[in-house]
DNA sequence: CAACTCGATAACGAAGCCCA
DNA sequence: TGGGCTTCGTTATCGAGTTG
């Protein structure tokens, strides 16, 4: 399995249009199907997953709910067979109608939507704007491939290791939501909480892709200030990842940032020894020997990746 | 001697197939 | 059903051979 392959950045395979999720017969007879399928469970929470991380990869699926990629083909071929979501292929414009190399991307469509949100009850209009705000975004999505594919590392690193795991993710989307609603316009792209057995330990994702200029990135690091939650920053290169250092250090940020690069992760995993204690110079840690908070009563049977998660924790990662 | 062409091979993801 | 193995289509890579 790999993970950070960033650098192909155009879809394909997508529907060039929106499509309403049409009159309200339309999606019953996908409803229909869903709710009479063995692996409901199961797909709704793969919907909902992709409600709240507007697009996910099958390595990412099967990551969180599979122990086969086989399982995850499969079940998201049904779903798109349902019109439940919209699949992608992602292409390198430089080589050229390069597909397959990586894995197929998946939105929600707004059938989708719909009967997620009926399933939960609820008005189907949120739902349906959040798939909506992700389809129109979709030429843009790539540039943040490395948010989710690091989240779903974690998972696969992590799910059968007995004293440890990621208990929530909460995405960019809800995370930057949050942010606006302290009237904060610079947000992380996502929080975590990772459990170990005696500890847990909370950070934010600083997903860097080298494009910022420095006066953003020196703001982001005086913003990285977040209540004692660690901030865990990625660079795309080791040059980047001393950028960010300095910029850190300029901005005298209080907080408990570390930096890595894609490199470390690609040769380490988000396990390894591999983040760097923001300010000083102070050798690399293991994500588990971050300082952490008492545990609170959140089992590790229910972490992300554990079997049957899913059944436990109807929210999603970020519920509960 | 550098630049290119060609072919074999490795790698990858999706899907087909078989079996418990 | 899900898991595992195999097949298929595709691209990247590398080295040998060829050409200017």
């Known amino acids: 399995m790999s993970w950070f392959q960033a650098d192909g950045y155009v879809l394909t395979g997508l529907p060039a249009e929106w499509e309403p999720p049409g009159p309200a017969g339309a999606g019953r007879?996908?409803?229909?199907?869903?709710l009479q399928d063995r692996e409901r469970d199961r797909k709704l929470a793969m919907l909902t997953c992709l409600s709240q991380h507007r697009w996910m990869t099958t390595t990412e699926v099967e990551a969180l709910f599979f122990t086969s990629s086989r399982g995850a083909q499969r079940q998201l071929r049904r779903l798109e067979e349902w019109g439940l979501v919209h699949r992608g292929?992602?292409?390198d414009p430089h080589v050229g109608g390069n597909w397959r190399k990586y894995p197929d991307l998946f939105l929600l469509s707004a059938r989708g939507a719909w009967v997620l949100a009926h399933s939960q009850r609820t008005e189907p209009?949120?739902?349906i704007r959040r798939a909506f705000y992700a389809f129109s975004n979709r030429l843009h999505i790539l540039h943040g491939v490395g948010v989710n594919d690091f989240f779903a590392s974690l998972v696969r690193a992590s799910r059968e290791l007995p004293d440890q795991g990621l208990y929530h993710w909460v995405g960019d989307d809800s995370t930057r939501r949050k942010f606006q609603e302290q009237g904060e316009d610079?947000?992380?792209d996502?929080?975590?909480r990772y459990l170990t057995e005696s500890e847990e330990i909370y950070f934010y994702l600083e997903w860097d892709r080298g494009t910022e200029p420095?006066?953003?990135?020196?703001a982001k690091a005086a913003a990285a200030d977040h209540a004692g939650h660690h901030v865990l920053w990625v660079a795309p290169s080791p040059a980047r990842e001393q950028g960010i250092r300095s910029a850190l250090q300029a901005s005298n940020s209080q907080g408990t940032s570390w930096t890595t690069h894609i490199g470390q992760l690609q040769e380490h995993g988000?396990?390894?020894?591999i983040w760097q204690p923001g300010p000083g110079d102070g050798h690399r840690q293991r994500l588990t020997e971050l300082p952490g908070r008492p545990r609170s009563e959140r089992q590790l049977e229910d972490c992300l990746g554990r079997p049957g998660w899913w059944l436990r924790r109807p929210g999603g990662t970020e519920g509960m």
């Open 89 to 91: 292929h992602r292409t």
């Open 186 to 188: 610079i947000a992380p």
């Open 270 to 273: 988000p396990l390894g020894e």
């Open 29 to 34: 007879a996908a409803a229909e199907g869903l």
């Open 190 to 192: 996502g929080w975590g």
């Open 214 to 218: 420095s006066a953003r990135l020196r």
């Open 125 to 127: 209009q949120e739902l």
